[in-house]
């Protein structure tokens, strides 16, 4: 079962690239990137106004700086989908 879930994992990873590719002709990075991690954003800001104990400034310098870091990685590769092939 566990070799099942992850061929199916990997199939839906895949197709994302095709998809990605796909978004990147109708729009530029900038734009896809930018309501891909405003969904995100609106998805998690619920939880995070919900949480209980509040953030503190390290939570929020860590999770900044991560997050910095993934939105770069994600601008890297999704430019980089821009011109070649998936």
């Known amino acids: 079962m566990a070799d099942l879930a ?3 994992l990997t199939l839906f990873w895949g197709t994302t690239f ?4 796909g978004v990147l002709e109708l729009s530029s990075p900038g734009v896809f990137l930018a309501a891909r991690f405003g969904v995100a954003v609106l998805v998690l800001l ?3 106004l919900a949480r209980r104990a509040p953030l503190g400034r390290h939570f929020l310098r860590r ?3 991560l997050g910095l870091l993934l939105f770069a990685t994600f601008a890297f590769q999704t430019v980089g989908l821009r011109f070649t092939t998936p």
């Open 6 to 8: 992850l061929l199916v």
């Open 18 to 21: 095709t998809f990605v590719k």
């Open 46 to 48: 619920p939880i995070a």
């Open 63 to 65: 999770g900044g700086i």
